[in-house]
Each structure stands twice: as C-alpha cells, then as structure tokens.
C-alpha cells in the first residue's frame, strides 16, 4: 500500500480526531481528507500529472498540508518553500526545475500557476522513470549557496509507519526543512495534533502552547535562550509540555542547565538530523547532558579524524547543482566535530566553524558558554577573523538591549570574565556590540 493511502485510511480511523489547529482554529482529520481530494482536483484540472515538479509555498496551515499530501499521492516531486525565504524563491524554482507553484496566501487561499522551469535533470528523471513521488528541500547555505536536496519519498516516508507516541505537537522548525516535515509526517501518522503558532516569535509560540495545550515543542537552542531570558516560561502556562526537542545547532551548557530547572517535569530530549539522511532516532544521556546517542535501524555512524559519518539506508539521491558527498562506500561526512564517550557523541559544532589560532583549535560555542555567564547579554556570537600572524583571532559579537554601553567597556569586561576560565588564544580580541538579533529566520545562530 502506498504511503498516502495508508495515511488516508489513518485519517478514517480517527476522523473526529483533531488534526491541526491553524488561527486558533481546529480541524479534523476528517476534513483533511476532504481538502486532500479537493487539492487532488484542482491539480489534475490544471494540467499537473505524476512526476511534475511543484513548489507549494506556505506554511502549516490546512491548505498546504493537504496539498503536500496529494503531491504526494499524485507522485509528483513536491518542493516545499516557506515565505520567509521569499528572496531566493526565484532561484529555487529554477534549481528545481519547477512545473507549477501553489501560492497560498494568510487566508489560505491557493492560487496554481504553471512555469516553465524544466531542464531534463538526470535525477528528477529519474524519479519521473520510477514513477515514484520526490522532496527537495533547500539546505541553509550557511556556509555559501544553498544545496538542492533531492529525496525519494517511499524510503524516507516508510519509517512513519510504525506506531510512536501521539503528542499534540507545535510546528516551530520551518514547513520547508527537514525536522518540520519530519515534525509533520511524524504526527499525522500517529494521528497526533499539529499546533501551529501564528509566527515563531516567543511569545506566539508559548500562547499556542498554554491555549491549546501543546505537549511537544520541537526547536533550537537559541529560541530556547530568548524564552529563558524573558522569562516566558513564567508569564504563559507552559505546564502541558512533556517533551522539549532541541537541535539544529550546539547547545550552551548554561541554556541547557537553566532549562532543566525551568522546566524540572518536562523531558529534554537533544535532536540529531540533517537533511540529506532525514531525523536518526537519538537518545540524551539526561535532561541536564549534551551527551547523546544517534542512529536507529536505518542507520550507522562512526568518527573519523574527530568528525561524525553517517550512512544510512535512506539518504538522499543527491544534490540537483552539488556533486554527490559520498564516499565509495556510503559514508556521510556530517562536517560535525564530536567527541565520543562510548556510545554517546557530543557534539562540538561544525568544522567549518572552527578557529585556527596559531594552530590552536577555537571552537565558537566554547567561547560562547563563558561570555553568556555575563549579566546583561541577550546572546552572543563569537567567530574568526583573519590574522597576518596568527592565521585568526577570535572575534565576539555581542546582543544587547539599549541604551548600549562602548564596545571599548563591554571588552573589558569579558576579558576579565574570560580570564583564567579560557585560554589566553580562545579570549576575543575584538568584541562589537548590536541590538539586532543573532539568529536568522530559522532561529539559528548567524556566525559571520
């Protein structure tokens, strides 16, 4: 049985149920089903067939939902997009060679368009030859252009099958990367709730909580950071969660410490995932440590020169404009630096990330935990810059509220925090002070 008739016989099991709240608003699985057939229609009525490439750009409302599920049940190649990578849409509609695009509008509205994007990639042939259904999805491009990432949906969706806890779960991580459709497909299958905030700002996604009694909140670190520093945890009625995810980046210690104690009945629970393998099945060694165990039936990892590789048995065909980063055997480099403790990694950030000193190793989220102890930060973000002699020095960027103190005075007194507590080489030399906030649309830190 295919994935979206399995999915549709779910939704009949439990059609009174609640699928997704979306403006405060529920709805059923029922009537997800019903949007499912409609979206079926209208996709055929306007010319798109199996192995079309189609963009839906949205969010997690009923209207994209339910239209990623006839994608798929269409076999067509779905690309997701959120609105907040608006910029770049054009360029990922050329990359993936887009056939149509559904625009859904803030009442969600769906408009279909067709384009004229097609190129005849070997890989997206490929999936029109096997007649199988497709995902792209866009890498961060963080560290230069963005990566079009090219999945076959059979293996990636088959795991979903499989009976799991049902949480009624808050959409953060974006509709267009891989942990918010994970996020997605997890919790229909389990015939879970989708809760989805009307923005990712702290205080949308903690009302969405308290009002609809979330009990999943998957995120980052750094969101996690802003709720801490705020304090929201003590102005909303966050008592529903019972499971708090966190991934996507490196954890600060303090972040994880002050969570713990904010939230002592929650469970926290470290995420590992990247989009060209999908989500592996991780375990933290406990609430209060970085520590965690990564990998489940389908995959395998090992550490080479310090650097996490990962095969699996349902990765990525392979990047649309990237040659393939595989090696002859399967093997993955994450680009993550770890350190393992039997079977445990922790995680140290990535490798490109990393300061060379005069030789000495810098890792930005070392020198981050010791400055973040200092009162009156809002967060921090330390990173290199070139150095004639030494190759880098360690530069830090630091957010703070206004009216805001010289940098010359900030300096000094991280300095003096840093001192004896690291390294002389790991000390900033240069520090600049902001009130703009250091994560982008994904929430996650910006180092540059």
Not at 2 to 8: I, P, R
Not at 54 to 81: E, N
Not at 268 to 292: D, H, M, P
Not at 343 to 356: P, Q
Request: a neutral charge; aromatic letters at 8%; one cysteine or more.
């Amino acid at each position: 049985m295919e994935h979206v008739a399995w999915q549709l016989q779910r939704f009949a099991e439990g059609a009174d149920q609640t699928a997704l709240v979306w403006h405060d608003r529920a709805y059923t699985y029922a009537e997800v089903a019903e949007a499912y057939h409609e979206w079926v229609r209208r996709l055929s009525a306007a010319g798109v067939t199996a192995g079309a490439s189609v963009a839906v750009i949205g969010d997690f409302s009923p209207g994209s939902v339910s239209a990623l599920l006839a994608l798929v049940g269409m076999r067509c190649i779905l690309v997701p997009m959120s609105r907040d990578s608006r910029d770049q849409h054009d360029q990922f509609c050329d990359i993936a060679e887009i056939d149509f695009r559904i625009d859904l509008d803030e009442n969600d509205q769906g408009v279909i368009n067709a384009t004229g994007y097609r190129k005849g990639h070997p890989l997206l042939q490929q999936m029109r030859d096997a007649n199988e259904p497709g995902l792209v999805l866009f890498s961060s491009g963080s560290t230069g252009k963005p990566k079009a990432i090219l999945h076959a949906l059979p293996q990636l969706l088959e795991k979903f099958r499989k009976p799991r806890h049902c949480y009624r779960t808050v959409t953060f991580l974006l509709f267009d990367h891989i942990g918010g459709f994970n996020t997605l497909m997890y919790t229909m299958a389990n015939l879970g709730c989708v809760v989805a905030p009307d923005d990712r700002s702290v205080s949308k996604v903690c009302k969405a909580i308290e009002r609809h009694k979330a009990e999943l909140l998957p995120t980052s670190p750094s969101f996690l950071n802003l709720l801490l520093l705020g304090e929201s945890h003590r102005e909303f009625d966050l008592s529903s969660l019972k499971l708090i995810t966190y991934g996507t980046e490196v954890m600060p210690e303090r972040t994880l410490a002050l969570l713990s104690e904010a939230f002592p009945n929650v469970r926290l629970q470290q995420t590992y995932g990247l989009s060209e393998l999908g989500i592996l099945r991780s375990k933290s060694a406990s609430n209060q440590s970085l520590l965690v165990q990564v990998g489940g039936e389908d995959y395998e990892t090992k550490v080479v020169d310090g650097t996490l590789r990962i095969r699996a048995r349902c990765s990525m065909l392979g990047y649309l404009n990237a040659p393939s980063p595989f090696d002859e055997e399967g093997w993955f480099n994450t680009g993550d630096s770890v350190i393992q403790e039997g079977d445990y990694y922790r995680i140290l950030g990535r490798v490109t990330e990393i300061i060379n000193v005069g030789g000495q190793k810098v890792y930005p989220a070392e020198v981050e935990k010791v400055i973040a102890e200092i009162p009156g930060f809002t967060d921090v973000a330390v990173m290199g810059e070139p150095h004639l002699l030494l190759g880098n020095v360690v530069i830090a960027t630091v957010q703070m509220d206004e009216p805001l103190p010289p940098a010359a005075e900030v300096k000094r007194k991280i300095i003096a925090h840093c001192r004896g507590r690291l390294q002389p080489f790991m000390i900033p030399t240069k520090v600049k002070v902001v009130t703009e906030s250091l994560v982008n649309y994904r929430f996650k830190k910006v180092r540059r």
